[in-house]
């Protein structure tokens, strides 16, 4: 059975931090990753959702009241998917995603390989 993003991110945040082999911590991060864009993916889709019926004020009220700035020229989909990525970055899976990279990037492991020069 396959797990949502959250409960995947929850687990290999925790799996982390009892890890410090590079190549686990790669693996577990490169895993984590691809849970973080469904999970983003999901939130689009919810929000996208629940903000199609809105009005242009309704949508810039919904917006202000979860601090994310309607700044001029900014179009509706641009409105929709900053909405989108501020509900994501408060969830308990984007918060777990991060403890996961701050402890893969302590032992020097991230998901972009350095080119040499």
Do not use: I, K
Not at 17 to 42: F, I, M, Y
Not at 48 to 76: F, I, K, N, Y
Not at 103 to 109: D, Y
């Amino acid at each position: 059975m396959e797990r949502n993003p959250t409960a995947l991110l929850l687990e290999l945040a925790a799996q982390a931090q009892r890890v410090s082999d590079p190549d686990t911590l790669h693996d577990l991060l490169s895993t984590g990753h691809r849970a973080w864009c469904e999970g983003v993916a999901e939130v689009q889709a919810d929000v996208d959702r629940e903000t199609t019926g809105l009005s242009e004020a309704e949508l810039a009220e919904r917006c202000a009241a979860a601090c994310v700035p309607w700044e001029e020229g900014m179009t509706r989909s641009e409105a929709v998917s900053a909405l989108a990525f501020v509900t994501w970055d408060a969830a308990p899976a984007a918060m777990a995603y991060a403890a996961l990279e701050e402890r893969a990037a302590r032992f020097g492991v991230c998901l972009l390989g350095e080119e040499v020069l």
